[in-house]
């Protein structure tokens, strides 16, 4: 069930009537200039221009292939000295068929709680009980007047032209962070590893945070791992690894991580009887590097013998160590996000093609899904806007070469018809995590749990008789180098038949 249509958007290149106040006091004099800094880690501001001590341009129009400025599809960065002031800023030359349902948000400096640090939703919540206000341009979003530390959305928002969004805002502190939408940065995967570094579950099943190698700027890629029942344990149990951040600068996909990962640390009893059944495991960001410096895409590709990274490699290599242990990978959920009026709060963008034995189970897990969100209050779209595989991703990777079911999903927190904050996407990441569970454990998974059975018979096999031949290369090679072996097999056996 969703909310029905938004408010209509009958008024959007009508200027609100903040903005005309704003250009009614332009000819006073600041007593502190406004200043626009992004310089700082996942900042973007494309081009930024000042006009005036009240208003800023970012402009977008100058396209490279990726989709923007060097790939650039997000916004944020901190102004300084605007209390008291209503400050414009232009979005320009953006797509503003998917953004014109856009409401940035901000949050001031001073008294700034982490999105990172608030508390968990409890399991009764539901969007549909919350308060909510519409903005101007036609959306509807959660009332947070009453929570001054965290994240507001900014209301007045307007269409300037067929390609320029405006929003404007009258900020009652000095320093305030502007974004497209809630930011996970790296100082929030940071705090994020620290809770599961003080996990209070008995040592037999603590979380443990691994260090799988560092970036080529020098930063530590993570995997955070939680099992139990020793080697046994993690040998018997059903596997699901959640994983976010193919394109670095999508903030929602990390939040569904780590609602799902904080759900799992908290002291409950449902979570604590899933921690003693299955084995989970979380990459809150899988390209780091770019994550920092605000691009698109990079890692994302890198899963193919001849696009190789060094993140790829440390990433194949930790998941073939877990592999070649006899560990099952049974779920891998590969977390995007739209950019606001594409679609609903969740989107599985790909389904596997109609004809592969994959496409029943991963549309049986989706439906599982899809109840049990649309139950909380989430919307829900019913089905792929496509089909097909991606072995180039992670995801597809570990679905080819050890059976796991991959299932992409979009996030949207900018859906125009609830628009969500950090805590409630987290929800529906925990939502998510206790519906795939339980899709494990139905007779509905029982064709997914053949064909991960029969994924990881084949690898094993594939390995026994070809392990030993491989040339020295890294672990994505080596598996290309076992397929090429197999097929070179298959023809050398048609021929000898003959």
């Known amino acids: ?53 009240t208003e800023f341009s970012l402009d977008y129009q100058h396209k490279d292939d990726d989709g923007g400025p060097d790939g650039v599809y997000w916004f944020m960065f901190k102004l300084k000295g605007v209390a008291g002031k209503a400050v414009r800023i232009d979005l320009k030359g953006i797509p503003l068929d998917k953004w014109h349902t856009l409401n940035p948000v901000y949050q001031y400096a001073d008294g700034a709680v982490p999105a990172i640090s608030e508390p968990l939703l409890p399991d009764d919540y539901n969007l549909r009980s919350a308060k909510t206000v519409d903005g101007h341009n036609g959306t509807r979003m959660p009332d947070t007047s009453g929570e001054p530390g965290g994240w507001h959305f900014i209301q007045d928002v307007w269409a300037t032209g067929g390609s320029t969004l405006s929003f404007v805002h009258t900020f009652d502190k000095n320093d305030a962070t502007v974004a497209m939408r809630t930011p996970f940065t790296l100082e929030d995967e940071e705090a994020l590893m620290a809770q599961a570094t ?71 009893e449902k979570a604590q009887d899933l921690r003693s059944k299955f084995t989970f495991m979380f990459i809150p960001i899988l390209d780091v590097d770019l994550a920092a410096k605000s691009g698109h895409a ?11 990274t060094p993140e790829s490699i440390a990433y194949a290599g930790f998941f073939e160590k877990w592999m070649q242990k006899g560990n ?19 989107v599985p963008p790909i389904f596997p093609p109609k004809d592969s034995p994959w496409s029943a189970p991963t549309i049986a897990l989706h439906r599982e899904i899809r109840a049990e969100e649309q139950s909380e209050g989430f919307s829900v779209h019913q089905d792929s806007w496509t089909t097909q595989f991606s072995p180039e991703r992670l995801g597809g990777w570990l679905a080819g070469v050890y059976g796991a079911l991959h299932l992409p999903y979009e996030a949207n927190s900018q859906n125009p018809q609830r628009h969500v ?14 519906a795939g569970c339980a899709f ?49 097999r298959a023809l050398l056996d048609a021929v000898l038949q003959k």
């Not at 990079?298 to 190789?308: E, G, R």
């Not at 099952?328 to 969740?346: K, R, T, Y």
């Not at 950090?422 to 995590?433: F, W, Y």
């Open 440 to 488: 494990l454990t139905s007779d509905a998974s029982r064709a997914s749990r053949k064909l991960s059975a029969d994924g990881r018979g084949a690898y094993e096999e594939r390995w026994g008789k070809y392990g030993t031949q491989l040339r020295q290369g890294d672990v994505i090679a080596m598996e290309s180098q076992i397929r090429e072996l197999e097929q070179s």
């Open 328 to 346: 099952p990978a049974d779920i891998v959920f590969n977390f995007h996000n739209m950019e606001s009026a594409e679609g609903e709060n969740l």
């Open 298 to 308: 990079h890692v994302i590709t890198s899963f193919l013998p001849n696009a190789v």
């Open 1 to 53: 069930m969703n909310f029905g249509p938004p408010p209509p958007v009958d008024h959007l290149t009508d200027v609100p009537d903040l903005e005309n106040q704003r250009q009614a006091q332009l000819s006073a004099v600041p007593a502190t200039p406004t200043v626009l800094d992004a310089h700082f880690d996942c900042a973007a501001a494309p081009m930024a221009t000042k006009i005036s001590d």
């Open 198 to 268: 003080q996990d209070k579950a008995p040592p037999d099943m603590a979380a443990q945070v691994i260090d799988i190698g560092k970036t080529p700027e020098g930063r530590t890629l993570h995997v955070v791992k939680l099992s139990s029942g020793g080697e046994q344990g993690e040998k018997g149990h059903p596997c699901i690894l959640m994983y976010a951040r193919e394109h670095a600068d999508e903030h929602d996909s990390s939040w569904l991580v780590a609602g799902a990962l904080r759900w799992l640390l908290a002291d409950n």
């Open 421 to 434: 904050l950090a805590t409630e996407i987290s929800r529906a990441g925990s939502v998510m995590l206790q």
